[in-house]
């Protein structure tokens, strides 16, 4: 979950055990807020796949679900709206 408060954005990330990690960011656009934590969710994924047994039949696959808080600010959250993953540019590392 995100949620914008002017140039700032608060951002939440609940696993999948209940461990809930909250963060306070600059925000400029939704893209430079959320693929740098696609990566390093995704880099987490890589390093889970990479400890299975060579014979494992299949790796497991957990799927990351973004939602911005809305409405944006100071006041109470009304509602939430789905957001699609941002996409990783390809040309930066």
């Known amino acids: ?19 809930l990690w909250q963060q306070r ?3 400029h656009d939704e893209q430079s807020l959320l693929v740098p934590l696609q990566r390093f969710l ?9 400890l299975l047994p060579m014979n494992a039949a ?5 799927e990351t679900l973004y ?8 006041g109470r959250p009304r509602r939430i709206e789905s957001r699609p993953a941002p996409q990783t540019p390809v040309d930066k590392p």
């Open 67 to 74: 939602y911005q808080l809305l409405p944006s600010g100071t």
């Open 58 to 62: 299949q790796p497991l696959s957990l």
């Open 25 to 27: 960011l600059p925000y």
């Open 1 to 19: 979950f995100y949620r914008i408060n002017e140039h700032q954005a608060d951002i939440y990330v609940l696993d999948e055990f209940g461990a």
């Open 42 to 50: 995704q880099s987490i994924q890589y390093r889970r796949d990479a």
